[in-house]
């Protein structure tokens, strides 16, 4: 069961370039959320997705968009990259929100 | 302001020593509350939860956590830490109002053999 996997695992990008960070969960979960990790941090929500057909904005949100394409699958996409975008990217879900939050394995962007 | 503290940035302890981790949250009633986990270069891992009834929660790996509604507090413990649980700790609410986890900033725990 693979759970929730995130791609690519590292990537560098130059500033002004655009991404997309995918995600899929392969546990039917309704919830599907996007954060980031920096250094003394902890985790910042950016964006997610309540159930399939809806997002909304988290915490940090400026300088990201995202997509919920289906069910098990929610992208995270960088327009233009910045350098304070440099941070580890977890996409997680849950089966209902508020319920256990179930991570991937994180993506480490840096943009220079 | 919402928040949630832990005091504890770095925590060293020797190996089969206990432990407790410091949670303080600021939210008016009571959240819904969690303790995760997170080995290095890994996502993070559900220990455990609590959203009503028995204060002392047990969880995963031998940790059990205390809720205390006075202090708005929510602190992790284990009676013998082992050299696998060097990691880092993050505490989570849920406010019972919405659907955002907002996350501590983490405390890193380093095991002494």
């Known amino acids: 069961n693979a759970g929730v996997t995130q791609t690519p695992k590292f990537q560098v990008l130059k500033t002004g370039q655009s991404m997309t960070l995918q995600c899929a969960q392969d546990?039917?979960?309704?919830?599907m959320y996007w954060y980031r990790q920096d250094p003394g941090m902890g985790l910042r929500l950016i964006y997610y997705?309540?159930?399939?057909?809806?997002?909304d904005k988290g915490e940090v949100p400026n300088g990201y968009n995202v997509s919920r394409l289906n069910k098990r699958e929610f992208s995270l996409r960088l327009e233009s990259a910045a350098p304070s975008q440099t941070s580890v990217y977890f996409c997680?879900?849950?089966?209902?929100?508020?319920?256990?939050?179930?991570f991937g394995s994180g993506t480490q962007l840096s943009v220079l | 302001a919402q928040s949630v503290t832990q005091p504890d940035i770095h925590i060293t302890v020797s190996e089969g020593a206990s432990l407790e981790l410091r949670c303080n949250y600021s939210?008016?009633?009571?959240?819904?509350l969690f303790w995760y986990v997170q080995s290095p270069g890994q996502g993070l891992q559900l220990l455990l939860k609590?959203?009503?009834?028995?204060?002392l929660v047990q969880g995963i790996k031998g940790f059990e956590a205390e809720f205390k509604r006075s202090q708005s507090s929510f602190n992790l413990r284990k009676p013998s830490v082992h050299w696998s649980d060097a990691a880092e700790y993050f505490c989570?609410?849920?406010?019972?109002?919405?659907?955002?986890?907002?996350f501590g900033t983490g405390t890193s725990l380093t095991v002494i053999p």
């Open positions: 997705s309540a159930s399939e057909g809806t997002t």
């Open positions: 546990m039917n979960h309704n919830s």
């Open positions: 609590y959203f009503s009834g028995d204060t």
């Open positions: 989570a609410v849920v406010p019972n109002t919405g659907n955002q986890f907002y």
């Open positions: 997680a879900s849950s089966h209902l929100v508020r319920e256990k939050l179930f």
């Open positions: 939210y008016g009633a009571t959240p819904y």
